[in-house]
């Protein structure tokens, strides 16, 4: 029989402050896709801005955020919220 390890959920917890391993994941991910993004967009593209990148960056972030939400929803819990 195989074992797994147990991992605590939690990654870092300060007082009442917890950050869990998956919101470091979305931060690492997101930052380097802004970081490599930025770097690309001087060497192929020098007509998008900073300002452009942010905000594609912005709303790409949120658009993970509430896809991830909805299809947690969808998968694991349609039908409690079938019920409501």
């Not at 959920?9 to 380097?32: R, S, T």
């Not at 967009?41 to 896809?67: N, Q």
Request: with cysteine; hydrophobic share 50%; glycine share 10%.
């Amino acid at each position: 029989m195989l074992t797994y390890p147990q991992i605590d959920p939690v990654a870092l917890a300060i007082g009442p402050l917890k950050i869990h391993w998956y919101g470091l994941m979305y931060l690492i991910g997101i930052g380097g896709a802004w970081l490599l993004a930025s770097r690309r967009m001087k060497r192929f593209d020098p007509t998008w801005t900073k300002e452009r990148l942010s905000d594609l960056v912005f709303w790409v972030a949120c658009g993970v955020i509430l896809g991830g939400r909805l299809g947690y929803v969808l998968f694991y819990n349609l039908d409690e919220y079938i019920a409501l």
